[in-house]
Nanobody, 126 residues
Framework: QVSLVESGGGLVQAGGSLRLSCAAS????????MAWFRQAPGKEREFVAS????????KAADSVKDRFTISRDNAKNTVYLQMSSLKFEDTAVYYC???????????????????WGQGTQVTVSS
């Protein structure tokens, strides 16, 4: 049974930082890209950041690229999202995603990811 479990969300004041973790089990993803997406109430799901199989290449959305950093530890089958200088508009449920495609690249489209976590709530107070 494959599962992705996010943790690290919570309530933080604007300007603060949080580090999200996503632990995978049931299979390894050390040969495939992983990513973070988010969805705010009343809005569509949006891409946040992605990372290739060994962490050598990353991509972040323009809205967060100067503030968020994605990383991974394949020995732990875990991907992270370090969030700094948080804004009220960052408030959303953050979802971890993993692809089953064996590739050296990464994807920014949710349709390219096959496994999803249940999400972790990030709330930024103004």
């Amino acid at each position: 049974q494959v599962s992705l479990v996010e943790s690290g969300g919570g309530l933080v004041q604007a300007g603060g930082s949080l580090r999200l973790s996503c632990a995978a089990s049931g299979r390894t993803f050390n040969d495939a890209p992983m990513a973070w997406f988010r969805q705010a109430p009343g809005k569509e799901r949006e891409f946040v950041a992605s990372i290739n199989w060994n962490g050598g290449s990353t991509k972040a959305a323009d809205s967060v690229k100067d503030r968020f950093t994605i990383s991974r530890d394949n020995a732990k089958n875990t991907v992270y999202l370090q969030m700094s200088s948080l804004k009220f508009e960052d408030t959303a449920v953050y979802y971890c995603a993993a692809s089953t495609r064996v590739t050296r690249t990464y994807y920014t489209s949710g349709e390219m990811y096959h496994y999803w976590g249940q999400g972790t709530q990030v709330t930024v107070s103004s």
